[in-house]
Each structure stands twice: as C-alpha cells, then as structure tokens.
C-alpha cells in the first residue's frame, strides 16, 4: 500500500493536517442552506451566487487542497515544513474566517471595510500555506512528477488568490475597467491551475497506490502539466491583448484535461480493486462530467451561448467536489490507521472499516442528486430549495463518516499500546 519514493517519517501529525479535512462538510452544508434559506438566482449578476460558489472554491476545494500539500508534500518530497502545527492553525483559522467574511459580504452588501479584512485574512491563509510548502521544497531532492505539479498548483493558487484580492478591491470603491478581464484570469487559473493541476499531479500517485491500477505513462506525467501551464500563460495574455485568441488557449487547456479524464476512466477500468469501492464511483462520475465540462466550455466559448450554470455543475461540482470526496474518504482513513500504526496500535480496525461504505453510497446518491437539481432548477425554479437539501444532506452524511474515523483516531492516540497488548492477553 505504501509506495516506493514515500518519506513517511516526515508525515505531519494528524492534527495539522486533519482540522482542514474535516471543516469541509461544514461547508457543504452552509452552501446547502444558502440555496434553501436564499432567495437566489441562478444568473452572474447575483452576489449571492458568488458567495455560493467561494464556499465551494474557498470552504470545500481550497480547504481540501491546503491539507492535501501539507499532508502529501513532506511525504513525497521528504521535506518538513517549519512550525507545521502552528502554520496549520493559523492559516485554517484565517481561511475560515477569510471566506465566512467573504460570503457574509456577497450574501449581506460587500463594504469596504468587509472586503479589506476578508482579503486580508484569505491572503494571510493562501501565504502561509503555500509559502511555507513553497519554501519548504527549496531543498528536496525529489522533484517528482507529483511534486511538480503540487509546486505548480501552488503557484498558481498563489495567483489565484492575488487576483481574488484584486477583484475584492472593486467593493472597497475601485472599480476598475478591466475587472472581468482579471475575473475571467482569476476562474481559469483558480479551476484548472490551482484544482485541476493540483488533482491530476495527486493522481499519478493515488491512483495506481489506491486502486491498484497501472502506472501514468511517461508523456503524461511529463509534458500534461506544463503544456496546461501554456494555456493558462496564453488565456491570460490573450484576455488582455488578443481576445479573438482565447479559443487557442482554451483548445490547449480542454485537450489535456479531455486526456485526462479518459485516462483516469481507462487506469480505473485496469485497477484492481473492487468496483463495489464508493471511491471508484466518485471517480469515474468526475472523469465523465470533466470531459462533458469541457464539450460545455467550448461550446460556450464559440457559441456564446449561457451555459454559465452547466459549466459550474459540470467542472466544480461534478469534476471537482467529486474527486475531492473520493479523496477524503481514502486520506482521512489512511491518515488515521498510518498515525495509530506510528504510535504502536496495531490492533485497530481495518482502513476499510474506519468509513462506512454504506453512508458513502448513500452519501453519492445524494451528491449526484443535488447537481441533477441544480441543473433542474434552470427550469423550475423551486427545485432550488430541494437541491439545497440535498446538499445539506450530502455534507451531514460525510461528517457522520469522517467523524467515525476520527473517533477511533481519538480512542486510540492517548492510550499506551502496551497497555492494550496486555489486557488482550489471557
Ligand atoms: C483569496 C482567495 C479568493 C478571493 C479573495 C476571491 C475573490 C473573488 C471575487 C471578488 C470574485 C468576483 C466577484 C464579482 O465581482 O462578481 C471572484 C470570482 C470568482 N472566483 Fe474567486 N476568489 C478567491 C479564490 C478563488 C479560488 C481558489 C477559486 C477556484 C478554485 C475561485 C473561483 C472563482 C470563480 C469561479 C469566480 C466567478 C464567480 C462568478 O461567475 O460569479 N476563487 N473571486
């Protein structure tokens, strides 16, 4: 199960890396309560929407991706990054109140003084976290393909959030011209630099280390990561310079994320695990909306039509929010049964036994249908509140499951395993 290249006497302690994990139902949740509790629409031009949308981007995908580098990146470069328990606590305390600021603003009026301190606070967290991992790989030796791209992702996330900064300067009273040129830089870096890099270059090694499927090849842990890097570049420049050029950069960008997600279909099909495992459904229903997601992106791109909705439902629910499920419910257990095992445990339930697979199943349909209704909203407004509930649902069975793991994280971690050897004995 442990692979080779993996320094796991590096690994941080639970407790840095765990408090991002298990804040991300929490922020389903409230995303769940907005729709049934809101009166909202589904176009742009509603604040509301962009405070829906950061409690996925800042409270679900971020909050995963923060405790996914700090988690991954001392085991896989074998480095450690300084004060990491203290790094984690106060840059999981900004975030949360970064983006609980931030959505009080979007959903109450965004004032100046609500967008100076949120910016402020989400700036603080994203520096802390990547600066310090940033700063971290300095010295490491093992620049895998994985690495790259978590070093990627983390520059880009580092963009991301610099223009989030900007764009939030508009509500302290600077509206420029060219913000939805930096709104439109800032989406395509935050989805596809920052999550998508940072998923597809954790796949390389979760993957084939989970589900017992076949290695990447060569040409695409190699060349996929900088070649979206180039679309990103040339999106950017082109928002600014050449507009009738973005469809290049786009076309670059869908190419090898349509690669990836008839790979990542294709090495599940290969694996060796049983498809009974709730994991591979999160999975592959994200390679399938990923690639759906980009047949909607360009069309929207050359058709001009809005598909603003499907795109979202598509990319950050169905792509992004699956991938990230799946990978808690093999991280947090991981986390826990590799802690126990450091301290001695080795009595302990089973890694598989630490998550129920009958709350992930239930949890998945939940998931799926909340996405359905999204969509089913565009049509029928009052499905909204339906798909809050199922949101909020969704994100309640999580908990419940993540929750199981902890508590027999928390049973075990005080007690001498000695002590426990002992009584077992006759
Ligand atoms: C420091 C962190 C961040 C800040 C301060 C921030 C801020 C903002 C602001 C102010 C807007 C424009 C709202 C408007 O004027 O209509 C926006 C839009 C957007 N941001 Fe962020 N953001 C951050 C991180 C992220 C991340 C990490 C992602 C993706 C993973 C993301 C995805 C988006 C998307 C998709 C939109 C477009 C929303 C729409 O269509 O209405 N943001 N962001």
Redo the contacts with the bound molecule.
Sequence with gaps: MIGAGLSLEQAPPFEATGRFFLSVPIFIIMAGLILVFKDLFLV?SD?S??AF??LF??GV??MVMFGAIGQMLPVLAGVSIPNTLMVSRLSHTFLIA?TLL?VYG?LSTMTPLISLI??MF??TS?FLVLGTSLYALINTQKFSPTVKAIFTAMIA?LF??F???W??T??AGKYSEV?ATI?SI??VW??FG??GVLIIGVSFKIIPMFYVAPEFKTFCTKWVVPLIVIGLILWSVFSFFLPELKWLALLVIATFFFAFSVTVIKKLNQGRRPISDVTIWYWKFAGVNLFIGMLVWIIYEFMSLNL?VYL?VCI?GGF?LSILTGMLYKIVPFLVWFHLNAKGHFEIPTMREMISAKIAKIQFVFHVLSLILVLGALSFPYLIQLAGLAFIISGILMMVNLLKAVRIYLKYKDIDPNVVFKTKEP
Excluded: K
Aim: no cysteine.
């Design positions: 742009r604040p929407i962009v949308i950061h981007t800042l995908f971020t970064g931030f979007f949120s910016g989400l700036l994203f996330g991301t959030s223009l989030g900064v764009l939030l508009s509500y913000h709104m800032h989406m935050g989805i920052f999550a603003d979202a950050g992004i």
